[in-house]
């Protein structure tokens, strides 16, 4: 007579196989689609370390694709301040760009360059996130509007009082110096410890008035200015879009710094509506060659 276990074990075997088709189906719903977010960088102007647009969009998608799985978040990443296909935005989420401002001239901003302002535009009325970077930031006044609805604030450089020679001075300012910066109350700021930072910090940024949307981020306390500023800010607008603005992103070694980067990957993940830990989201900074070889 055959043992007992003989005749259970592949009922067993089968039980399991059910149960663990059963968990992974259960799983596959719980988890929600997967989040699209384009990182868009514009062309090289500056000197090495200073404003490394495609340098930074390659270590951000690798920092965001190595937390993907908790994060939901799928990247692509586009050079040279445009993706070929504009139609690849369709589908976004929310889009990253960090690229030259329009104050020298409209056609070096990739947002405003060529037909990219009514691509953007479209994107927007949908309903999808945007997040600007630095010298993203700035936009001429009559632009202005369209800035403040869709990420709560841009650097303006136009409607500033006429300064003693009469020429237009800017509303918004800039300053490089070592400030101490302190996250306020948000999701993206979850695990953000106060911190140090060296940068070119743009500030006096011009936001709505009376603008209940807007929520600073995190303000920085400057050395001539008695309060302190609002270096990053978000919103969360009727159409569903979220937006964030950060002003900082001067140098690329600030990468280096856990607190930056918590900061960043935190607002691009809840830009772009993915799923935000309670102690945000925790990375490594990855060398030239390890991102090389990550994106071969």
Known sequence: MLPLNVFLRPIFITAFSILGLLSGHLMAQAMPPAKKLVLIAGKKSHGPGEHEYLKTVRLLKVMLDRTSQSTGITTEIHANGWPSDPSTLDNADAIFIYADGS????????????????QLEKQMKRGCGLVLM????????????????????YFDYESGKPGASGNQAWYSAITTETAQLLPAPHPIT??????????????????????????????????????????????????????????????????????YRKLLLNALVWTAKGILP???????????????????
């Open 103 to 118: 104050d020298f001239n409209l056609a070096q901003d990739p947002i405003f360059a060529e037909d990219h302002w009514s």
């Open 134 to 153: 630095h010298y993203s930031t700035f936009a001429p006044a009559t632009y202005g509007p369209a800035f403040q609805k869709w990420v709560g604030g």
């Open 190 to 259: 979850q695990g953000v410890a106060p911190f140090q930072l060296h940068e070119e910090f743009y500030y006096k940024i011009h936001f709505q008035k009376n603008d209940t949307r807007l929520k600073p981020v995190l303000m920085a306390q400057l050395s001539k200015i008695e309060n302190p500023q609002t270096v990053a800010w978000a919103v969360e607008r009727a159409d569903g879009g979220r937006g964030f603005g950060f002003t900082g992103g001067h140098f690329y070694a600030h990468w280096q710094d856990p607190n």
């Open 278 to 296: 309670k102690q945000g989201i925790d990375s490594v900074f990855y060398t030239d060659a390890e991102v090389d070889a990550y994106l071969k």
